[in-house]
């Protein structure tokens, strides 16, 4: 019986295997250097344009006329050689596959290491790097060693203002930053099917962070209507009896607000202890929880309120935009004082919009605290939604009450 990557991929766990792959993307970052490592290949023509795509979303708009100008040249390289591109503004790379492109089953590679949020949809979805991806394109498929499955097995249901990005610190926590690597998360239990799509991609985008090649979700009804509203249409998986190296467990009723500490992802406090720290910043959005869900969560909370702290709000992408300006979710966003960027990775990764100073310190929704990640001598704080957002409105980091 096989697990979710084996009867995708094709083969038991430990076996290499060669593959097509069905999606292969890259952004502006990677992009430029698969670009880069292709002409050095000395490759013209590309076999399969149709499985790959270009998405600009880490520096955009463009910061820099250095810039601006990788980008132009890859933007033109897009169009001669038949890649469809969605450029500055569409959104982050994660989210945008996530929005009717990825569908379960297919084997997708991203070169981002959080290629593996795709895997909420019951893909196999995994990051590579820029040269191999540079290989992709020039071949249309690529190798893998199956990887051996570590099942999060998720009972119970969420309660109070835990979110699903409260599971994901948890288990980040318990499986520690290297207790996955290489394998395959699978979450599983009567608690999956209790989470929504958004709340999915929320959980599979932070398996990296334990090493985890994917995290994968088994297609269910919840994939299949969120797939419809893209006009795809899918069919559930159906788990088989299979062996797992190890099982952690997760009761959803146990999961308070959570928030990882500098600088290490995997070192979690209960948002409760470390309450009253002050802030400078507080930054929503990132392919972890730049949803709709997550900024109709963050509306609820500071609707009528003003932040007492710099608070930035950014998309994921231009359809998560236009959604929250056509249900009023934006204007909540706007009238309690936060500012709004235009879709993409925004301050995540510190390269533009919303660099912090030395000393200061930022409670992010993302999914990464690394030393100086959003400037020399910040201090990043992660947590869910709702934490951000009681902690938008008092200044300090706040546990969020029940909304
Ligand atoms: C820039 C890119 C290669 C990087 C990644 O792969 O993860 C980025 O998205 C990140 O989150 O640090
Ligand atoms: S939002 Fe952050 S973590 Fe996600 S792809 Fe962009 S830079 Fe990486």
New binding site residues.
């Given amino acids: 019986m096989s697990t979710l990557s084996e009867a995708i991929l094709g083969a038991p766990a430990g076996e290499y295997v060669d593959r097509e792959v069905d999606i292969a993307f890259a952004?502006d970052g990677t992009g430029v250097l698969a670009r880069e490592a292709l002409r050095e290949m000395g490759v013209e023509r590309l076999p399969h344009p149709e499985r790959l795509r270009l998405v600009f979303?880490?520096i955009v708009p463009a910061n820099t006329g250095t810039t601006a100008t990788l980008q132009a040249e890859l933007r033109e390289y897009a169009g001669v050689s038949g890649i469809a591109l969605s450029d500055a503004g569409g959104g982050?790379?994660?989210q945008v596959m996530g929005e009717g492109v990825v569908r379960p089953g297919m084997v997708v590679v991203g070169a981002?290491?959080?290629t593996c949020?795709l895997g909420a949809f019951g893909a196999f979805a995994t990051g590579v790097g820029a040269t191999d991806m540079a290989a992709i394109w020039a071949s249309g498929e690529t190798w893998f060693r199956v990887p051996e499955t570590i099942a999060v097995n998720l009972s119970g249901r969420l309660s109070g203002a835990a979110e699903p990005k409260d599971v994901a610190l948890a288990y980040v926590a318990e499986l520690g930053m290297e207790g996955a690597t290489y394998r395959a998360l699978e979450f599983v239990g009567d608690g999956a099917a209790g989470i929504s799509m958004d709340g999915r991609l929320t959980l599979s985008?932070m398996a990296v962070e334990t090493g985890a090649k994917t995290g994968m979700f088994y297609a269910d009804a919840v994939t299949v209507r969120y797939l419809a509203d893209y006009g795809v249409t899918a069919s559930p998986q159906a788990p088989e009896d299979c062996r797992y190296e190890r099982t952690v467990e997760i009761d959803l009723d146990d999961i308070v607000p959570l928030v990882a500490v500098p600088h290490r992802v995997d070192t979690v406090r209960e948002a409760e202890e470390v309450a009253g720290t002050h802030l400078d910043q507080v930054f929503v959005?990132?392919?972890?929880n730049?949803r709709y869900e997550d900024l109709a969560r963050f509306a609820r909370i500071v609707r009528g309120k003003k932040v007492a702290v710099r608070t930035l709000v950014f998309p994921?992408s231009r359809s998560v935009l236009a959604r929250a300006i056509a249900t009023g979710v934006l204007a909540d966003i706007v009238d309690a004082g936060c500012v709004v960027g235009s879709p993409?990775?925004?301050p995540?990764?510190g390269a533009h919009a919303g660099v912090i100073g030395e000393g200061e310190v930022c409670l992010s929704t993302?999914?990464?605290n690394f030393k100086n990640r959003m400037g020399v001598g910040g201090e990043i704080y992660l947590s869910s939604v709702a934490t951000a957002a009681a902690s938008a409105i008092t200044g300090v980091i706040t546990v969020p009450e029940v909304v």
Avoid at 285 to 288: E, N, P
């Fill in positions: 952004h979303d880490h982050i790379c994660h981002d290491s959080h949020t985008n959005g990132t392919c972890t730049g994921a993409g990775c925004g995540c990764l993302a999914n990464r």
